[in-house]
């Protein structure tokens, strides 16, 4: 008897019930691995496109979001090869209906192009280069990743660069592009830069000057470009990033002066690295330049790299989205940490930031699992911070030792097991 997996079963039962695709498809599944499954993949993108209104946002259109997204979990060759010859024609069919009757909404039709991306096939090329060029499509925030797919398959780099070299693409599909462009051009990839030309040099101006903080992180990847173009165009847009007023920017002109045999790159860089809130950049710079002989020994010690690593964790877009405005050791010591069933050296680190405009002061740890506390009530001092950060390592592990709730509580009562220091509160 042919055995049926979970996916099979989920994707033959929306065939002939319909419903809301997404909450039929089963948790945790190995994906697409037969050929069977592909083909009810082919079928199941088929009722979904059948159905699909031109109103955005719909339950049609999310359960053709969700078959779409089935050619992102395939795990064999031979349900990977059915999906090529038979899905991706499918998939180009809609991105044609798009640009010819507009019957799809632009952020699925740009998923399409992420997926025809990632399988890497060349004649796809040019369906992403009519969907970048697309005033509805080109600002999607997508298209960092469909670039970054797009970078994976190396015959599809230069097709890419050329094709949107002339004109640019504009708002989000710009920025991406030029993401893109920069990182090909800093893995030594042959060509020339699309922005090194006269449209391209107004546009790095205009991503310096715009004054606006949601755009800073624009001004970086324009900074980044700075290697790749005209000598004398690099110079005059570099002065703007010296004076940038975000810092990271400024860090940034630092790795393209340093990129481009400029001492006085490295000399900053290895200025920033002394600063623990921008250490970690800093010090990954100089390393990527071949000059870890930069790094001042201080950046080096496990102080200093304890601090570092909770403001890059704090930086990430997850987070705080931007470095703390300041880091410090509120207390250190070696235990023996359950989470982990080793002794281990632990750092609680104090860190302030913005909040609404006021200066917030809240706690991290490193040493283990880097965790932020976010403003938790019940850390009252350091050693709240070990028990609530132990109750929370042991949660995530799935250890059944774990208290139900992050209560300090049990944190210390946990602790104090092997740490006499946590047998009294405070201590």
């Known amino acids: 008897m042919f055995w049926k997996s979970e996916l099979h079963k989920a994707l033959t039962a929306w065939l002939k ?18 050929e069977v499954e592909a083909r009810l993949v082919c079928s199941v993108l ?83 280069l009519r969907l970048a060029r697309d005033a509805e499509c080109e600002d999607r925030y997508l298209w960092s990743v469909i670039f970054s797919v797009v970078g994976s398959h190396e015959a599809n780099v230069l097709p890419i660069v050329d094709g949107l070299r002339d ?18 051009a800093n893995r030594g990839a042959s060509l020339k830069h699309p922005f090194d030309s006269v449209e391209g040099h107004l546009r790095l101006k205009e991503l310096l000057s715009s004054e606006d903080e949601s755009d800073f992180s624009y001004a970086i990847s324009a900074t980044a470009a700075l290697p790749f ?21 400024r860090m940034e002109c ?33 390393e990527e330049l071949g000059h870890a002989e930069r790094v001042p020994e201080e950046a080096r010690a496990p102080e ?28 250190t010591r070696e235990l023996f940490w359950p989470p982990t069933n080793d002794r281990r050296r632990l750092w609680v680190i104090r860190y302030k930031h913005r909040a609404d405009g006021e200066l917030v002061e809240d706690y991290g740890l490193v040493g283990s699992t880097t965790w932020a506390m976010f403003g938790s009530s019940a850390v009252r001092g350091p050693l709240d911070v ?31 097991e092997r740490n006499p220091e946590f047998r009294l509160r405070g201590a």
């Open 17 to 34: 019930d319909g419903g809301n695709l997404q909450e039929r498809l089963p948790r945790n599944d190995s994906g697409v691995v037969s």
């Open 46 to 128: 088929d009722k979904a496109l059948s159905a699909c209104p031109i109103a955005q946002y719909s339950p049609a259109s999310y359960n053709l979001g969700a078959a779409i997204g089935l050619f992102q979990s395939v795990n064999s060759e031979r349900a990977a090869a059915v999906l090529r010859s038979q899905g991706l024609p499918r998939l180009r069919a809609v991105v044609g209906t798009y640009l010819q009757q507009r019957h799809i909404d632009a952020d699925t039709v740009v998923f399409v192009a992420k997926v025809l991306a990632a399988y890497g096939e060349p004649d796809d090329v040019e369906l992403v």
């Open 167 to 184: 004109p640019l693409p504009r708002k989000f599909c710009g920025i991406a592009f030029l993401d893109f462009c920069n990182e090909a």
């Open 229 to 249: 173009i005209d000598k004398d165009a690099s110079s005059k847009i570099a002065a703007m990033a010296e004076s940038h007023p975000d810092v990271t920017v």
């Open 254 to 286: 630092a790795w393209a002066q340093a990129k481009m045999g400029q001492t006085s790159g490295l000399e900053r860089l290895a200025e920033f690295a002394r600063n623990p809130v921008f250490a970690h950049r800093a010090i990954r710079y100089l």
């Open 304 to 331: 200093a790299m304890a601090l570092a690593e909770m403001a890059q964790w704090l930086a990430h877009p997850n987070e705080l989205g931007v470095p703390p405005e300041d880091v410090s050791v509120a207390d």
């Open 386 to 416: 070990y028990a609530v950060h132990c109750c929370w390592e042991l949660q995530a592990n799935e250890d059944p030792r774990a208290p139900t709730d992050l209560s300090t509580a049990a944190g210390h009562r946990i602790l104090a």
